[in-house]
Nanobody
Framework: QVQLVESGGGLVQAGGFLRLSCAAS????????MGWYRQAPGKERELVAV????????NYADSVKGRFTISRDNAKNMVYLQMNSLKPEDTAVYYC?????????WGQGTQVTVSS
């Protein structure tokens, strides 16, 4: 059974930082690209950042470039999202995802709220 469990969300003031974590189980972690999406109220889910499985490649939404950093620890089956210089528009539920060409799994999400 595949499980992705996010943690680290919360309430923070604008300009602050948070670090999200995602623990994966039930998959061969190193085979999966890992990413973070977010969904704000009334908006579609959008890609925030993704890190490749074996290739050391990353991709970020333009809105978070230079502020957010995605990293993964294949030994621990963990993926992280360091979020700095947070803005109120970063407020959303953040979802961890594990992806291959044939499968995509989702966590249940963690709320991030940035107050102005």
């Amino acid at each position: 059974q595949v499980q992705l469990v996010e943690s680290g969300g919360g309430l923070v003031q604008a300009g602050g930082f948070l670090r999200l974590s995602c623990a994966a189980s039930g998959i061969i972690f190193s085979n999966y690209a890992m990413g973070w999406y977010r969904q704000a109220p009334g908006k579609e889910r959008e890609l925030v950042a993704v890190r490749g499985s074996r290739i050391d490649s990353t991709n970020y939404a333009d809105s978070v470039k230079g502020r957010f950093t995605i990293s993964r620890d294949n030994a621990k089956n963990m993926v992280y999202l360091q979020m700095n210089s947070l803005k109120p528009e970063d407020t959303a539920v953040y979802y961890c995802t594990a992806m291959t060409l044939n499968h995509q799994y989702w966590g249940q999400g963690t709320q991030v709220t940035v107050s102005s």
